[in-house]
C-alpha cells in the first residue's frame, strides 16, 4: 500500500510538471497578441473550454479529498486561463469581444453555478463525488474534438506543419502520467480519459512519422484565413493555440492577367478578359428561352 503512496505521488507531480509546461505554452501567443496588440483570427473558445475543464476538476478534487496534486494543477490552470481569457478580451475586436464575454458568462458561470447548485443539493453526498467524476470525464472527452480535426487535416494535407510534434509529444506524456496517477489512487474518473489522451498522442506522432518527410503541402479547397490556429486540448483542461502562417501563393495566370490589364490601361486598349466575359455574359443571354 505503501509503495501504490510513493507512486502515486511520483507520478501526480510529473504529471503537474508537465501539466505546467502545457499551461504555459500559450505564452508566445499571447505575446504575440499583446505586441499587435490584436487578437487577429485566433478565437477564445479554447481557453474558455480549458478554464472549465480546470474549474471542474478542481471542484472534484475539493470534495474528494486526499488529492493534492489535482488542486494543485487546476488552480495553477485556473489562474494562467484566466489570464489568457482577460488579455483576448482587453484586446479583442467589438464583436470578438462580445462573444467571448457571452461564451464565458454562459459557460464559466451559468454552467459551472448550475453544475454546482444541482451537486450540492440534489445530490447525496454519498454519489455526488461519482456523479461529478463523471461529469468531469465527459467534458475531457468531448474535448477531443479539437485534436481529431488536426488529426484529419494532417491526413488531408499531408503535411504535419499543422501539428507541432513537441506539444503532442508532451501531451502524451502527459495523459501517461495521469493515468498512472489515477491508477495507483484507484481512481477511475482520472485514469480513463487519458486512456484517450494516450491513443490520440499515440496517433498523432504515428502521423508525423509518416508525414514529416512531405515538404509539399497538398492544398486545400477552401483557405479562409492567412492565419491558421491549431487547436490542442488535454484532458486535464491545458490547451494550447498554435498560429500558422499559411503563405498563399497568387496564381501565376492572376499575376499574368494583372500584368496585361496594367498594359492595357497603359495602351488605352480594353481588356481581353473583360471582352471576353462580356462575350460569354452575351452569348449566355442569346442563349436563353423566351418566356
Known amino acids: 500500500m505503501g509503495d501504490h503512496h510513493s507512486l502515486a505521488v511520483a ?94 458568462v454562459a459557460m464559466n458561470v451559468g454552467l459551472f453555478s448550475l453544475i454546482l447548485i444541482l451537486t450540492q443539493f440534489l445530490l447525496k453526498s454519498s454519489i455526488r463525488i461519482q456523479v461529478l467524476g463523471w461529469i468531469c470525464v465527459a467534458i475531457s472527452v468531448s474535448v477531443f474534438a479539437a485534436p481529431l480535426n488536426i488529426v484529419a487535416r494532417v491526413i488531408r494535407t499531408r503535411s504535419v506543419e499543422f501539428m507541432p510534434c513537441n506539444l503532442s509529444f508532451f501531451l502524451t506524456l502527459s495523459a501517461i502520467m495521469w493515468f498512472a496517477y489515477g491508477l495507483f489512487i484507484k481512481d477511475i474518473c482520472v485514469a480513463l480519459p487519458n486512456v484517450l489522451g494516450f491513443i490520440l498522442g499515440m496517433l498523432q506522432m504515428l502521423l508525423y512519422a509518416i508525414y514529416r518527410n512531405n515538404k509539399k503541402v497538398i492544398e486545400e479547397k477552401k483557405l479562409p484565413e492567412q492565419m491558421k490556429a491549431i487547436v490542442v486540448l488535454s484532458t486535464l483542461g491545458a490547451s494550447e493555440v498554435y498560429p500558422v502562417a499559411v503563405d498563399i501563393q497568387p496564381d501565376a495566370n492572376t499575376n499574368n492577367k494583372k500584368e496585361d490589364k496594367k498594359e492595357n490601361e497603359q495602351t488605352g486598349e480594353p481588356d481581353k478578359t473583360d471582352q471576353k466575359s462580356l462575350e460569354y455574359s452575351s452569348d449566355l443571354y442569346s442563349n436563353e428561352c423566351p418566356v
Open 11 to 104: 507520478f501526480g507531480i510529473l504529471g503537474n510538471i508537465i501539466s505546467v509546461l502545457v499551461y504555459l505554452a500559450p505564452v508566445p501567443t499571447f505575446y504575440r497578441i499583446y505586441k499587435k496588440k490584436s487578437t487577429e483570427s485566433f478565437q477564445s473558445l479554447p481557453y474558455q473550454v480549458a478554464l472549465f475543464s480546470s474549474m471542474l476538476w478542481l471542484y472534484y478534487a475539493l470534495i474528494k479529498k486526499d488529492a493534492f496534486l489535482l488542486i494543485t494543477i487546476n488552480s495553477f490552470g485556473c489562474i494562467v486561463e484566466t489570464i489568457y481569457i482577460t488579455m483576448y478580451i482587453a484586446y479583442a475586436l467589438k464583436n470578438s469581444r462580445m462573444s467571448a464575454m457571452k461564451l464565458f
